[in-house]
Structures are given as C-alpha cells and as structure tokens.
C-alpha cells in the first residue's frame, strides 16, 4: 500500500523567479531531500517564498501550507546554497514546528556539484552547525552534477 505525504516548499526570495524545476524534479525523482519519501507519493501543496530577510513570510506559508495538508514543509536547497546561505535556517526550522506542529526538513533537490565545489572552496559549511544543515541534500557525486 503506498502512503502519501503532503509537503509545502519554502525557497529563498533570492530565488523568487525559480520556476521551481530541480525542486520538483528531486520531488518526483525521490533524490535529495526527498529520498526519504521512497516508496511513497509525495504531493505538493504550496510552494512560495520566505519574502525576503529576515522571513516575513513563514508564520503565513506555515499557516496556509498546513491548512492545505502539509504534514512536512521542506526549506528549499536554495536556502543553503545562496551566497551567503540563510542566517534564518534554524529558526525557521524551530517556529515552524513549533507553531504548526509539522515536521520540517531543510533541503529539496541535491546540491549540485558548482554549489558543493565553491562552499567547500570557501570553507562556508565547514563550522559543525551546518553539517546536519546540509546532510539531507548531499547525494551522491554523479546526482550531484546532474543538478548544474
């Protein structure tokens, strides 16, 4: 029996005009972020932006996600790979669940390898916080280079 998992996706409106394509690849593909729905359906209901720094937008993305099902909300990859990434991360993570009650998974699609590449170069993930910030949407290194 396959179950279905509702989940919403907040990018960074850095991104704004992303149209949302690797997201919804890695969605459908179960790669990144989402490999953890293998073997289950995975639907989208609702894909925006956190509105700019410092979040203005999550208490209502939260609140409108959940209300259309969400049970997971996943902040995008775009939120880690920016140049710098999201100062916010954490704390949206933490008022997310708390406030709505709902599982949040920082990462979508994996990061492709030009992102890895430059981060690594400039030592940003290196601090022991972010590992755990950027596990979920690691891949492997072939995955990886199908996202440049």
């Known amino acids: 029996m396959n179950t279905m998992t509702k989940v919403g996706i907040i990018i960074c409106d850095r991104y704004r005009r992303c149209a949302g394509g690797k997201c919804l690849r890695a969605m459908k593909n179960k790669e990144g972020a989402f490999d953890i729905y293998s073997g289950t359906e995975v639907e989208l209901v609702g894909f925006t932006t956190c509105d700019g720094c410092p979040g203005g937008n999550i208490?209502?993305?939260?609140?409108?996600?959940?209300?259309?099902?969400?049970?997971?909300?996943?902040?995008?990859?775009?939120?880690?790979?920016?140049?710098p990434p999201c100062p916010h991360i954490?704390?949206?993570?933490?008022?997310?669940?708390?406030?709505?009650?709902?599982?949040?998974?920082?990462?979508t699609h994996p990061i492709p390898k030009k992102y890895l590449d430059m981060h690594t170069s400039l030592g940003t993930w290196a601090n022991a916080e972010w590992k755990p910030?950027?596990?979920?949407?690691m891949s492997d290194e072939a995955t990886r280079a199908s996202y440049d």
């Open 90 to 107: 954490e704390t949206f993570k933490a008022f997310l669940e708390k406030r709505y009650g709902v599982r949040v998974v920082v990462g």
């Open 133 to 137: 910030l950027v596990a979920p949407t």
């Open 59 to 83: 208490e209502y993305a939260g609140e409108e996600m959940v209300k259309n099902g969400a049970q997971v909300i996943h902040l995008a990859t775009g939120l880690v790979v920016g140049y």
